[in-house]
DNA sequence: GCAGCGTAAACTGTATGCAATTTTCCCAGG
DNA sequence: CCTGGGAAAATTGCATACAGTTTACGCTGC
């Protein structure tokens, strides 16, 4: 019987927190909930992304059945969701896998995060109200104590939401899908950066580049200095990404 | 008792064509094929994208079930993994529908598919191999007699070709990824542009622009013109898009 | 001791069944 | 004629069942 103590979803459709234990909410009096897949969407994401399962690991419909206490037929409409997305992989008659992208898909998905992150910070620059321009300042100045404790998993959030904001600003929704969809799928790949040394202060010092060039509304900059960010956090994650499917 | 006549598949995740008759490939022998889901999907994602289905159009699981001579259960997952594509949208206890967009997200598909174009262009003109740039070269001026001959729907065939060679000029597996799916939903809201007058040349003149700039190795010039190519279409498709939910 | 093989266990793919919910449609009331 | 309410029909959500395939494991032969 194993547990879990998933605490901080970091959602791949709909962007938002909550706590979910091991068994889903499934309360007697409302039966049907009828998001019981898309709970199990969210959770096994998680798993994923958190790093609970790493890549290659297999996730077979019966424990999971077991663990969320529903039936294969909801375990196996989440598995083709995540499949769909892009964080798992069947093969006919096998049991699905958490992706183990190849050292070049890998490389591509920097890439075009890179590219993404730069769009998003170009459109900011130009489409970003007052007040989230304001909002964007004072959370990245705030995040300067983090910096200074060396809170990582603080700061670690602060950093999801300040480029979430980026996303945002660019008042575009298919591109916020994009690079939300982007993003969940290089999550599992991007945890080995948080413990390097200097790390956060490098990040505060690029996410200062970024907001100056967004409050200056000066595109080129901003998107120049966003895709450089991400091209960082590349470079430390592609060292410690082990390589996919030996040939 | 509905019959398909679906011949030809803009594939979703794998990108290749085939003929599909209205019973699925379900040979008594070959039971379980392991992959009547994946069929169902790119089924039904046809039914979409060439229009067979217009947007907002319900998707009730029994018909499909009796339409393509299978159970409910793998009906019910190729809907789960169309929604995670975003061809269909799902509310728990309804019936799916055909993905029927607002103006305005619209409007965003169509500017992220210009930028993602654009970065396509511009790593095409920069990475393409030789062989690759004279392939499209050759292609691009082989589709002038289709203008000249009016021919649409060759054209079209034709203009799916060549964009692809340009996704794949790009030598990046990940973005690849992001411009065929928004290329697939923005399908069903591009077939309005087809018939307007003198389209066809101008289509051609915007592609040797883009081809110009590649094989000169233009990065700025064919990123350029890949996007405003974009903005053509989405302005002729925009006016004809219906807008969505009333709300 | 180890490789090859065959059987059993485990697991996937799909069909079917049932409870819950939504939709339809008919009829009374205004 | 139109509107609102309510019961029946249609449909979804999930569980279970079963057939077929893959995997694991032990056994035999070398």
Known sequence: MLTMTVTHCICIQCNFNQIRPVKLARKKEVIRSGTTVEQMVRAIADLIITGAMQPGERLDEISLANRFEVSRTPVREALGQLCAIGLVEREPNKSAVVTNVSQQHLASMFEAMAELEGICARLSAERMTVDERRMLEAEHKASARLVHRGAEDEYEAHNTEFHTRLYRGAHNDHVFELVTQTRARLAPFRRAQFRLPGRLLRSYEEHDAIVLAVLR?????????????????????????RDAEPA
């Open 217 to 241: 509304a000066d595109a080129v900059s901003a998107s120049r200095a966003a895709y450089a960010h991400v091209a960082t956090v590349s470079d430390a994650s592609i060292v410690f990404a």
